[in-house]
């Protein structure tokens, strides 16, 4: 689908498959620079909320790409991350978002992970962010990227930026939390930042190529 800009051009359609609006800002600052016109499941309302039943990161994000592309005729982009804790055998994980039911909020998630690591050491609060990001095209075809961003659980959260679990996840190279990074920051060096990066050329060549049926 194409879709035109201020001066007339078209520009391509990319529907990120979310609806949270933390991520969004995040995707659509990363895509910056693209010539695509950036839409979002709230601009198609009769595309269902998309389940994360996967056991990885990668068959959720795959599967939500191409569930989108199918039902909108547009190029897709989803991604699927969450938190990995040493201490906790590499829990949450995939089930980062969903662990502690569907009225959870960030704030409960975030107590959740302190309360299992109170009185732990600093060199056993390590920990890592993971993204995969899934391109997927509307005739089923799907690229899939990862990102990784590795730091550590701080002992009580900070900062107002960002969203889930940024307030707990300390970047030792900044000495600070991510939700205390200003957003140009945490994009260069986040798990998503990165997975996105690591897309980009195969972004554009899409875009070019008009891979995408015109509807």
Not at 50 to 68: M, R, S
Not at 165 to 179: E, K, L, Q, S, W
Not at 185 to 198: D, F, M, P, T, V
Request: net charge negative.
């Amino acid at each position: 689908m194409r879709a035109q800009d201020q001066d007339g051009g078209e520009q391509r359609v990319i529907v990120l498959a979310t609806r949270n609006r933390g991520k969004v800002r995040e995707l659509e600052a990363l895509l910056a620079g693209l010539p695509v016109r950036v839409r979002t499941l709230d601009d198609y309302p009769t595309v269902p909320i998309l389940p994360e039943t996967g056991d990885t990161f990668e068959a959720n994000a795959k599967d939500k790409a191409l569930t989108v592309a199918r039902l909108t005729g547009c190029l897709a982009l989803a991604d699927d991350s969450g938190l990995e804790v040493d201490a906790l055998g590499g829990a949450p994980g995939v089930h980062s978002a969903t662990f502690l039911g569907g009225d959870a909020t960030d704030l409960d998630r975030n107590d959740w992970v302190l309360g299992r690591l109170r009185g732990m050491e600093e060199g056993l609060r390590t920990a890592r962010y993971r993204a995969v990001v899934a391109v997927a095209t509307p005739d089923g075809a799907v690229t899939i990227y990862e990102g990784t961003c590795k730091g550590r659980i701080a002992e009580r959260p900070r900062g107002d930026h960002g969203f889930g679990y940024d307030p707990i996840f300390f970047v030792p190279a900044y000495g600070r939390t991510m939700a205390e990074l200003p957003p140009e920051i945490k994009n260069e060096i986040s798990h998503r930042g990165r997975a996105l990066a690591a897309a980009r050329d195969h972004l554009t060549s899409l875009v070019r190529a008009g891979r995408e049926p015109s509807a």
